[in-house]
T-cell receptor, first 113, second 117 residues
Framework: DAGVTQSPTHLIKTRGQQVTLRCSPK?????VSWYQQALGQGPQFIFQ???????QRGNFPDRFSGHQFPNYSSELNVNALLLGDSALYLC????????????FGPGTRLTVT | AQKVTQAQTEISVVEKEDVTLDCVYE???????LFWYKQPPSGELVFLIR??????QNEISGRYSWNFQKSTSSFNFTITASQVVDSAVYFC??????????????FGQGTRLTINP
């Protein structure tokens, strides 16, 4: 049973560029959430997707956008990258209801120079 | 507003010692869920436990145990007879029912646990 997978593992971008991160949920899961984890901090909620719609969003600017596909996989896009966007980006999948635990992928380490 | 506080930034103990990680939370909801996750050096968050706000029964799983006390808004995690493999960063998290049933996890800052041989 495959867990949550994310690609790429590492990424280096320049300020002002755009980046797309990808996530495939655990088998049987239909909900995908994205989190940003700065070094030494706890993960911060970016948004959650369910049935191809953004269901809830955290305190992140519009430069952060996402998409969920019919097969439940998801993408996180960040435009106009800033140095402060350097972080570990974690994808988590779960069943649709809010009572279920979220299972996390290994993350994508984004470095903005 | 939701908030989770893990006051212990780092803990270092010798193998086989017992260790307790503290977690204090704030919420205005009466229905919520609490979680503990482990983050080893590889970076992937590993789910350990989920507890709902109506179930204050303590739970034990092998060397791990959790103590949930609503009266003090705490959800502490104890590792008995610690092992080197327990070394990791541990996060406590809180979840309330969000918009359209969405689940937003609010994490604490984490506690870095080092078990020395």
């Amino acid at each position: 049973d495959a867990g949550v997978t994310q690609s790429p593992t590492h990424l280096i971008k320049t300020r002002g560029q755009q980046v797309t991160l990808r996530c495939s949920p655990k088998s049987g899961h239909d909900t995908v959430s994205w989190y940003q984890q700065a070094l030494g901090q706890g993960p911060q909620f970016i948004f959650q997707y369910y049935e191809e719609e953004e269901r809830q969003r955290g305190n992140f600017p519009d430069r952060f956008s996402g998409h969920q596909f019919p097969n439940y996989s998801s993408e996180l896009n960040v435009n106009a990258l800033l140095l402060g966007d350097s972080a570990l980006y974690l994808c988590a999948s779960s069943l649709g209801g809010w009572v279920y635990e979220q299972y996390f992928g290994p993350g994508t380490r984004l470095t903005v120079t | 507003a939701q908030k989770v506080t893990q006051a212990q930034t780092e803990i270092s103990v010798v193998e086989k010692e017992d260790v307790t990680l503290d977690c204090v939370y704030e919420t205005r909801d009466t229905t919520y869920y609490l979680f503990w996750y482990k983050q080893p050096p590889s970076g992937e968050l590993v789910f350990l436990i989920r507890r709902n706000s109506f179930d204050e029964q303590n739970e034990i799983s092998g060397r791990y145990s959790w103590n949930f006390q609503k009266s003090t808004s705490s959800f502490n995690f104890t590792i008995t007879a610690s092992q080197v493999v327990d070394s990791a960063v541990y996060f406590c998290a809180l979840s309330e029912a969000g918009i359209q049933g969405a689940q937003k996890l609010v994490f604490g800052q984490g506690t870095r646990l080092t078990i020395n041989p």
